[in-house]
């Protein structure tokens, strides 16, 4: 039997309970042992403490090292947006593939890894009024994020051997985005296995239209905050839904080892269809693959992401993919394909 495993698990708003339950039944129908520390970030619970609650959600994450989260309502505030900053996540892993068997407005092929600086950018500023007619907003672009998200990147493409493209408006935005890729340069030049990575730059707009064109072209993408996130939808409208992203926010010590990482699906908390057996539970599964092939558990990992995928491709999927399983049928149905993976892995 696998050693035990924990994780803290992070409760939400709208579907999130769906999709725990999800979750649980496929970690109980695996080998191992998956322990959870649940905390509930319920927006009804934050709002009568946030702070406790979060740092307590901190707490566990530092001692268990991953996270799986469920969507949680942005209210007061962005749960993801505290969680970042009490963790100081700095990178955000996002991958995309085309899925078998999903009908798509496209027709190429992705196979992407999307790694985003999880900070700076515009976004970390609140923007201010000039006078009644004007607004301003800062940029900032750091140093070390960037040099985190460099390693991260070239690291995971030269694991699986694919090239890396890093992308900015370099030529406009000269001082922030320019910094960026003096740095990725800088990295490339310093970290011994760079030179075996293929690298290049695109301009953000130009690499937009040539991943419609030429997908093939575009293995693992680097980028600064904004452009990751509009990336990233891009790429999950491509291959057919932003109910099917799966992210991972990760965390780093000084000498660039990952020491917290947290898991979750892109898409929000769909209260419109909370609690009627309708929430599409593919984006978190993929997530919790994901969390399980970070914790060494290829066996398992690769199973799940198969047999998630065997189910998609053989119309086993819920409404919003053209199906007719509800999350629980939909659920089995992955559970009972993940097994058949497994057997076959055990006769090979």
Known sequence: MSERREITELLG???????????????ESLPGEHAFDTVDLAYENRRKGA?????????????????????TATIDESPNAVLRKLLKFSVIHRPVTTIPGLRTMFTGKLDLDIVRVAT????????????????????????????QAAHY?????????????SSSKYTIQRVT?????????????????????????ELFDALLA??????????VILVLNEYGDFLSDLAS???????????????????????????????????????????NPTAILRAFAMLL???????????????????????????DLGGKLGTKAFTGAVIGRTAERLKEKAKT
């Open 13 to 27: 708003d709208g579907i999130a309970e769906e999709l725990r339950q999800s979750v649980r039944a496929v970690a």
């Open 51 to 71: 702070r406790l609650l979060y740092d307590q959600a901190a707490a566990s994450m530092r001692r268990t090292g991953v996270g799986i989260k469920y969507p």
């Open 120 to 147: 700076g950018g515009t976004y970390d500023d609140p923007g201010q009024m000039i006078g009644d007619y004007a607004a301003a907003s800062l940029r900032v672009v750091d140093r070390k994020t960037c040099e």
């Open 153 to 165: 990147a070239f690291s995971i493409a030269a694991r699986d051997r694919k090239s890396l493209t």
């Open 177 to 201: 985005d320019g910094l960026f890729e003096d740095i990725v340069d800088e990295v490339a030049k310093e970290i011994a296995f760079a030179g075996q990575v293929e690298h290049r730059r």
């Open 210 to 219: 040539k991943l419609v064109m030429a997908p093939e072209r575009f293995q």
């Open 237 to 279: 409208g491509l291959i057919g839904s932003l109910g099917l992203g799966a992210s991972v926010s990760l965390a780093f010590n000084e000498r660039g080892r990952v020491t917290v990482a947290m898991f979750d699906a892109i898409h929000g908390t769909a209260p419109d269809i909370a609690g009627q057996d309708k929430a």
């Open 293 to 319: 092939a970070h914790l060494g558990d290829s066996r398992n990992a690769n199973a799940l992401r198969r047999g998630l995928f065997d189910c998609l491709d053989a119309g086993e999927a819920t409404p």
